[in-house]
């Protein structure tokens, strides 16, 4: 077989959505496809039975159902497909009155900023997105507070200081409960108020019904509230209220962006695996990790824009297939890491590595055909900006290919919500069906749930160490501190640190021979 005839059997393309997928560069041979046919029937089977509404998340006995944001008809009862459209429908209303300046601060300004409150998959999908499709003539500005940093809190507060009554806030937090959210809320209120503003009659939240959220929100009178749902993971809720409600304040044309996603997912519930995207890609994934994991997906969208998207999928790919255990209860410890950013400039940072180095990863371009709204000018040898980009993204991967690295490309008309929507859509089942080939739940997270409450335990600790300090009102070292509460020193050593650099009732006298025996005490 010549290579063209070889090219033509290894791309795939649809002339409903403009979506191509070029993966001949993932070594996928017939004898590779054949041997996975099994497998991946099984997988596309337990797909259906999911969007059918099995419980698919067994350790939370959830359904999982962020298909059903795009396509609320395949929602397995009309209680929930009614509660899906009421949403959109209200999103949509609310919006409209606040763009229409019928909703509105409270001495009558005009909302034209938003703050968005939230943390992980509470602000990276809408980040992403945001920034993709962001134009100066949108209808508002978001900015985000997805951290619990003081410093990078101020900075965006000041960007809407001399806005503020015109700023709307956005909380979101499925339970209510996440820390960082809360942290970001506090300080938003308390900069409202130091600026003689009610933060209620400038709120709205994005939660799950009567979570400590819901209530404060009620409590306080808050402008409004949308729902979550216990069956929306948060790295797959862009498409619920948690990326549409901010993403339409902003402008994005929200109904592209989902149908974007619904047309992607009748692509990827193909059962000929040759024509579904998303099987396609899961099978390359398995190829590259031998269903064991440890190897490196590196994702290169060839457009300023996309620059998010790595960030995003890091989440969404690393939370969901990151495993220690698989559903057998056998440890497994799975996982496919993601790394990449923009193509070509910050390429230059390691494609040298991706070029030389280990043959643990494998590149994912993505590459735009549209270059920009109008005619561009040409630059030099008969060819524009945009030429040599798809010429630099061509010979990157012409390079890692003749040194043995595997890759693939996907391929969209342009950066727009509809293929937006497209991309996102891809990877999430992507997602779904490997983790059916590797036997793991994707939809909990038990590792990032422990650091959380190792992080309670560590604020109680603080808290203690200084009210000992108070109390004794003596000198003491990390050491004696820990002894008497009966915790770990090199804890003790790091809180204290901390506490007496930001803590004006805590001092620290700094031992410069051994750092380690550095004194604190009260003020």
């Known amino acids: 077989m010549d290579d063209w005839t070889m090219f033509e059997n290894t791309v795939l393309y649809s002339p409903k959505t403009g979506l191509m997928m070029e993966w001949g560069g993932m070594d996928m041979d ?21 969007e059918g509404g099995a419980i698919a998340n067994p350790d939370e006995d959830r359904m999982v159902g962020h298909y059903w944001l795009r396509a609320p008809q395949l929602a397995p009862t009309r209680e929930l497909r009614d509660e899906i459209e009421a949403c959109l429908a209200h999103i949509k209303s609310f919006v409209a009155d606040v763009h229409a300046g019928k909703i509105c601060g409270q001495n009558g300004g005009k909302f034209k900023n938003a703050l968005v409150g939230g943390i992980g998959g509470s602000s990276l999908g809408p980040l992403f997105v945001s920034k993709a499709l962001g134009a100066p003539g949108d209808a508002m500005k978001l900015r985000f507070l997805d951290n619990t940093d003081p410093a990078g809190m ?36 308390n900069f409202y108020e130091a600026h003689g503003l009610s933060f209620a009659k400038h709120a709205v939240t994005v939660t799950g019904l009567n979570s400590k959220l819901d209530k404060v929100a009620v409590s306080e009178g808050w402008i409004d509230r949308f729902p979550m749902w216990d069956w929306v993971g948060g790295r797959t809720s862009v498409m619920s209220a948690v990326g ?42 398995y190829k590259m990790s031998g269903g064991k994991g440890g190897v490196t997906q590196v994702v ?32 497994v410890n799975q996982g496919l890491a993601v790394m990449g950013n923009k193509g070509t400039s910050d390429q230059h940072s390691y494609v040298q590595q991706l070029v030389g180095g280990p043959a643990n990863i494998f590149v994912v371009f993505v590459q735009v055909l549209k270059d920009r709204d109008g005619a561009s000018c040409e630059v030099g040898e008969g060819s524009t900006s945009g030429d040599y980009l798809n010429a630099f993204m061509l010979g990157t991967k012409k390079n890692l290919e003749d040194h043995g690295k595997k890759t693939m490309t996907v391929t969209v008309p342009c950066v727009s919500a509809y293929n937006v929507g497209q991309l996102i859509a891809i990877w999430e089942r992507a997602v779904g069906i490997y983790a059916e080939l590797i036997n793991i739940n994707a939809y909990h997270q038990p590792a990032v749930e422990y650091g959380k409450k190792c992080a309670g335990v560590l604020i109680e600790l603080k808290n203690r160490a200084k009210d000992l300090l108070i109390k004794t009102q003596k000198p003491m070292t990390a050491r004696e501190l820990a002894d008497a509460l009966s915790a770990d020193p090199r804890d003790v050593f790091r809180l204290m640190l901390h506490l007496a650099a930001n803590d004006p009732a805590v001092t620290v006298s700094i031992d410069n021979e051994t750092v380690t025996d550095s004194t604190f005490a009260a003020k």
């Not at 496809?33 to 999911?50: D, Q, V």
């Not at 592209?256 to 692509?267: I, K, M, P, T």
């Not at 040759?274 to 099987?279: D, F, G, I, T, V």
């Open 154 to 189: 101020d900075a965006i507060f000041h960007e809407v200081e001399d806005e503020l009554d015109e700023t709307l806030t956005i909380i979101i937090s499925k339970s209510g409960g996440t820390i960082e959210t809360r942290n970001c809320m506090v300080e938003a209120k």
């Open 30 to 50: 017939d004898e590779y496809i054949f041997s996975m046919e099994r497998k991946m029937n099984k997988a596309l089977k337990a797909m259906r039975e999911l």
């Open 300 to 331: 290169l969208p060839y457009k300023d824009s996309l620059d998010l998207l790595a960030k995003y999928l890091q989440q969404l790919v690393m939370e969901s297939l990151g495993k220690e255990l698989d559903l057998d209860g056998q440890k």
């Open 244 to 285: 549409l409600l901010p993403l339409a304040l902003q402008g994005i044309d929200i109904d592209s962006f989902l149908r974007g996603a619904a047309e992607c997912d009748e692509l990827s519930r193909e059962q000929n695996i040759l024509e579904n995207p998303a099987a396609v890609m899961a099978m390359a994934w």
